[in-house]
């Protein structure tokens, strides 16, 4: 949301940001100037687009509570590992357009590589504007959705493990550590 705001392509007061937890919620608030609620249900009823980020387990409550408060409008754009388009597209029964995405962390500075796949209901205009929203995190990739986990692990999990080790790398090998980081994210891209 924050890389989404700060590029342009959301303004903060088009934003509404959901979180049960009220300490999150304040936080967010703080640092991106968003409107918030605790209640997922003001959250689908808010704009042109949900983003449904919640841990798998609870997806399926989730989109049971969210239900009746969206609209054959609006493109759910799933961030949710494991949780299946067709599973999204069903809870409510509308015919709602539904893209799952994969992001990364290097997507927070617009340099990701983020997959997606896009349900059977979609129209070609929210396509697009999920793929211009993509853009604006780095670059992606269209891909059937039974490919997603595999690739969720090597775009999405890779620098989330990989990106904290260089990280220790520079802090304790100091003068060396750039050098010798550098080196090695250059070679594990194969250039």
């Known amino acids: 949301m924050e890389r989404l705001i700060n590029a342009g392509f959301a303004r903060a007061d088009a934003v509404l940001a959901c979180d049960t937890d009220q300490s999150k919620v304040s936080e967010i608030k703080r640092r991106l100037n968003v409107m918030t609620s605790v209640d997922n249900r003001d959250a689908a009823r808010f704009g042109d687009a949900v ?62 590589f983020n997959v997606v ?13 999920g793929k211009n ?3 604006v995190l780095g670059t992606y990739r269209e891909i059937e959705e039974e490919k997603m986990e595999i690739y969720s692990l090597v775009s999405a999990m890779g620098p989330t ?19 010798v980081g550098h080196r090695h994210v250059r070679g594990f891209g194969g250039h």
């Not at 388009?85 to 994969?102: D, K, N, S």
């Open 161 to 179: 493990y990989f990106l904290p080790f260089v990280d220790t790398l520079i802090g304790e090998a100091a003068p060396a550590a750039p050098s």
């Open 117 to 129: 796949s896009f349900g059977r209901y979609i129209n070609s205009e929210d396509k697009q504007w």
């Open 51 to 112: 983003v449904l980020a919640v841990p798998p387990k609870q997806a399926p409550q989730v989109l049971e509570e969210i239900k009746d408060s969206l609209s054959e409008s609006q493109i759910v754009i799933s961030l949710v590992g494991l949780v299946s388009i067709v599973f999204i597209e069903e809870t409510p029964r509308l015919g709602i357009g539904v893209a799952r995405v994969m992001p990364n962390l290097p997507s927070l500075v617009g340099s990701g």
């Open 133 to 135: 929203l993509l853009n």
